[in-house]
Every structure is written in C-alpha cells, then in structure tokens.
C-alpha cells in the first residue's frame, strides 16, 4: 500500500470515527464496538468490496454482512463518507421518522441483512454464498463478527456446515475487541486459543492487527485463503479505538454523552489527548 | 403423485426451487441424484438451515426447507422469526410428523404448538392439509406464493375426495344444524368418522376442513357460529393458540359468541405410542370424538359404535 493511499483510508477512518461520536449522544450508541471495527469496515468498503453507490441491487456485487449488528455507526458513517448514505439521515438517528437505529436494516440501502440478534448472519451468509456458487458468480461473501457473538453456538454450527460444504467464497470477520457487552471476553467466556477453534471447524485462519491497514490489505487480498474451506480473518482490535479516555474499557459499550462532552470527545480524536468524562456510565444490553 | 414427484417436477420447471432439510430425508430422498447442488443437506442444524434458507431466499431462491416439525418450529424459532419472518422472505417451511403424527416418539418430538408459534409471525401463512391428496393440492399455490410458509406435513392417505384448494379458503364438507365440527390436519379423517356416526345416531353434523390456518377463512367461522349449532374445534395441537384461539378471536372481532366444545391437548404432552393407541389413549378416534360431542349435546354415547381401525403409520424418525 502507498503511503498517500493509507493516509487517505486513515483520514477517511478518521471521518467515520467524527459521524460515530456525533451519534453517542441524545439517546447514544454502541460507541466503543463501533469504535474498534471502523478501519475495518472503512477498508473493507474504500479498498476491498466490489459494493458502489450504483450496484447496490447488481447480483454481481460483494456482500458484506454485519453480524455484530451493534456497531452500525461505523457501518452508516462509512456509507456516509462513500456516498452510500444521505448524511442528512444520521441526524434522524432514533427518530421513529426514518430507520437509523441501533441496529442495521435494509430501510438503508447497502445493508445487506438485519442483525442484531447474534450469530445469524454466519448462516444467512453462507446462504447467499451458496447460491453464488450455484450460479458460478466470483462474489465475495464477508460476515463481520464481534467476539462475543462467538459465544453462540450458531456461528459455530454454520462455520461446521459451511467446511462440510466446502465453501470458499466465505470469509467469517471477527472484530476481536477483547469484550463481550460489559466484561472482558477472557474473564467471561475466554475465547483463547481462538485461531485453532477456528482451523478445528475447518477454516484457513489469519490473524492480523484490525487497525493496520497494510495488515488488512495483505490479508484480504490473500482471499480465499483455500480453494475448498472457508476462511476466517481474526482481527486484534482496541475497543473504543481513537478515544483514549473510553479505550479498553469494560463500561464504554455503550455511550450517551452530554454535548459538550462529544465536542470534547472529537477534539480527542484529532489529539489524542483523553478527555475528562462526567456522564454516567451505562452497561446495558 | 407423491409430496416427492411435486416437488421434482415443480424444481425442474423453475429452478428458482432450492430443497434443503437438516437431514430429514424421509420424503426426499431421492431428489439429490436430480437437483444436484439445489439439493442442500445442512445435516441436524436447524438454525443454519434457517439462516441460510433466508440468504438463498434474499438471491432470489424458493427455498422448500425440511425438518421435523418441532425442531423446525421450535430450534429454529428465532431464526424462523428474525430471518424469515422481519424479511418476509419466501421460505417455505415443511415439517414433518406434526401433531399426533409423531405417534411414538415422545414429547420432544410433539410439534403441539407449531400453529401457535407460526402464525404468531406477521407475514407468515400457515397451512394443515388433510392428507396427502389435500397437501399436494395446496402446495403449488403456497410455493408460488411470495409470502413466508409453514405446512403441516401430513401423507396419509386420503379417505374423502377433496375440492378444489383455494388459497385462504376452507372445505365446506357438510353443512350441519346440531353440530358443526371445525378442524384440520390428520384429525379430519377421524373427524369424518366421527360426523357418520353421529349422523346414524340422528343428528345432523356439519364439518369443515379449515386447511389453512393463516389466513383463515372467517367467512367460514363465522357462518358457523351465525348458524346457532354446536360448534366443536378438533386439533391435534394445545388448546392454546391454536383453532379454539383463532375461532375465539374470529368470534369476538365480530361481537359474537357461540356454544363451542373445544378438542385439543391440555396443559400436557400426549402419552406415545402407535398411532391407534394414541388416538385411542387420547380420546381422539372418530369414536370417541362422537362420544365426546353426544355427550356434549347432552345424549347418551354407549351405543355409538367403533369406527374402522386407525391405519398405523410406516416410519421412524
């Protein structure tokens, strides 16, 4: 990757980082999960996925499913910066007018498939891959996971399926954030060693660091990792990434801050320096 | 013509027909020779075979998906629900051995609520063939259909020559002044058994064969109610949620009320065994059910007679 091309997906990152603090507040968002999977979703949709403005509907496009549907700010701030979504629609977030809501929905063009309830889409992606098989088209089929979505035992079942059925034109994302809602994943339900789970169900396993857009662009050009299994990219990444004061932290799923506070929260974001936060902090569900 | 044919030929006529089951081959195993890779065996994973239902239905796929009926409706519930049901994707749902029909298999095997928890999905249409002839009348026009689908698998073979299907209708089998029986599924044969019985004990018995569930027919319910006879609801479901349910909120739509005996399974699962037995054990051969209406109507039941033997089903599962 080019320097210049990696300080304009990092500047684009940075944008997507501005629309999911603007969204923590008046109601909030799953601030921290948006946070860590932004460069992921702002690769994935700059550099990677054959998915534009004008072939939303094209049956030859690639498909991008977000299973951890609680991160959808990174996913509409994405859409926002590629033209995909109207920014105007952001600030309709929670109102009963549109459909941004907490999760994602097909009321806005791009998204593929509902989620919210975890550990559906590994399924419904490997659907949609099988009928790309079917009819002999080359797209490429990406679910996005988060880490403690792999506490259910659906994702497992349909990564077991999708080996039996030797379906390559699968690739299973975990944005492995290091937490589950309100705890960490290792002092919940410890995941590690998480790579041979995977390769013990089947699947080609790479694990790269989410934030690194060299990594990213390495791994997922390397796609399909095997011409018959499934592949899984493992992507290390820091909860509530680019704001050092709810980094890494247990109680910063989900946030509703106070105005002056996202003012605060985006000066941050361009420093680096924490911010002193007052609101209260939410574990919710 | 067997469930089987329909689907073989309705698969090579339009190949937007995908078959899919969780390993449950009982009707379809032959049908992966023909459809090659449109024949998709997710093995006993009734979840996946949902979720990836639903994505095969989002490219365009009618995906004719089989399982057992309660590890169907039940296992996959949410999956059925969030993937199907928010998308009003055009799965069609075929479970096997619902109601009684899982004669000795048990309680976990007892799809006894499968009609509550379906058509509590919006969208999702529901439908309990009488057998097999009635099932493969029905199922090109649900196939067709671009709604969501859940049948009743039911192949027993027919002992009454039925009309033509009209989706959203009922049968209208006979008309009735004393009683009108209400039903669907597997119980119609005993139901039709129960009606000549009691028509030879002088009573004049109507019965309708509701065959689909959702949408129901409420012109057909409510001419019943309207027409002051003893209405009597047969199913092999809970009473909860199922035909007593809808003819309940049918009734009070329209501010009205009837006489209504209701026949299901109470507040318990029914105790295995052959199918006979089960019947027997529970009350539900075209005997007892005339017994159980007589009485209701307040005659005496000693002397109606027993009916032909239950044929016994041919499968394990």
Not at chain 2, 128 to 151: G, Q, R, T
């Amino acid at each position: 990757m080019t320097p210049e091309k990696r300080q304009n997906l990092e500047a684009l990152a940075l944008r997507v980082r501005e629309h999911i603090v603007r969204l923590s507040t008046d109601g909030g968002c799953f601030t921290g999960a948006s946070l860590s999977c932004a460069d992921l979703l702002v690769y994935l949709y700059a550099d990677y996925l054959n998915v534009r403005p004008d072939n939303l509907t094209d049956p030859g496009r690639d498909y991008l499913f977000l299973s951890k549907g609680h991160d959808v700010p990174a996913l509409y701030g994405t859409f926002v910066e590629l033209g995909l979504l109207d920014k105007d629609r952001l600030a309709r977030h929670l109102s009963t007018d549109d459909h941004i809501y907490w999760h994602p929905n097909r009321h806005v063009p791009g998204v593929e498939f509902h989620s919210g309830s975890l550990g559906h889409l590994p399924s419904v992606a490997l659907g949609v891959a099988l009928d790309c098989r079917l009819r002999g088209q080359d797209n490429k089929i990406i679910v996005v996971t988060g880490d403690g979505e792999l506490n259910e035992g659906s994702v497992w079942e349909a990564l077991l399926v999708a080996s039996a059925h030797r379906v390559n034109n699968l690739t299973l994302v975990v944005d492995r954030n290091q937490f589950q809602a309100n705890v960490a994943t290792e002092d919940l339900i410890p995941l590690e060693p998480l790579a041979p789970k995977f390769e013990a169900f089947g699947a080609v396993v790479r694990r790269i660091d989410g934030h690194d857009f060299d990594q990213l662009a390495t791994a997922f050009s390397a796609l399909p990792f095997s011409e018959d299994k499934p592949s899984v990219i493992i992507c290390d990444t820091v909860r509530g990434r680019g704001l050092p004061s709810i980094e890494a932290r247990a109680d910063r799923w989900f946030c509703n801050f106070s105005a002056e506070e996202v003012e605060e929260l985006l000066r941050e974001l361009h420093s680096q320096e924490a911010t002193s936060l007052t609101s209260e902090t939410l574990t919710v569900r | 013509m067997t469930y089987e044919e329909l689907i073989k030929q309705t698969a090579l006529a339009d190949d937007r027909l995908v078959v899919m089951t969780a390993e449950n081959r009982a009707l379809i195993r032959n049908l992966p020779p023909v459809l090659g890779p449109r024949f998709i065996d997710t093995g006993i994973t009734e979840q996946t075979l949902i979720g990836a239902a639903a994505g095969l239905a989002l490219r365009g796929r009618v995906p004719v998906v089989h399982a057992l009926a309660t590890f169907l409706t039940l296992r996959a519930f949410e999956f059925i629900r969030t993937d199907v049901g928010i998308a009003h994707l055009p799965v069609k749902l075929s479970g096997f051995v619902p109601g009684f029909l899982s004669d000795g298999n048990g309680p976990t095997h007892q799809a006894i609520e499968d009609v509550s928890l379906m058509r509590g999905i919006p969208g999702m249409t529901v439908f309990a063939p009488a057998d097999e002839a009635d099932m493969l009348a029905m199922l090109p026009a649900i196939w067709a259909s671009p709604d969501p689908a859940y049948v009743r698998i039911n192949t027993r073979p027919a002992t009454y020559e039925h009309a033509p299907f009209e989706l959203g209708k009922a049968e209208i089998v006979a008309e009735g002044r004393d009683v009108i029986i209400l039903t669907y599924g597997m119980l119609f044969e005993q139901t039709l058994v129960a009606r000549e019985l009691l028509q030879a004990q002088g009573k004049s018995v109507g019965l309708i064969n509701l065959r689909s569930l959702k949408p129901v027919d409420e012109a057909a319910l409510l001419a019943a109610a309207r027409s002051g006879a003893l209405l009597v609801t047969v199913e092999d479901h809970f009473i909860t949620g199922g035909l007593y349910s809808i003819l309940a909120e049918v009734l009070l739509r329209h501010q009205l009320t009837a006489r209504v005996l209701p026949l299901a399974l109470e507040e318990r699962w029914y105790r295995p065994g052959r199918l006979g037995a089960v019947l027997e054990h529970e009350g539900f051969t075209g005997q007892h059910l005339a017994r159980r209406i007589a009485t209701a109507l307040g005659e005496a039941s000693e002397d109606i007679a027993a009916g032909p033997a239950v044929l016994e089903t041919q499968f394990a599962e």
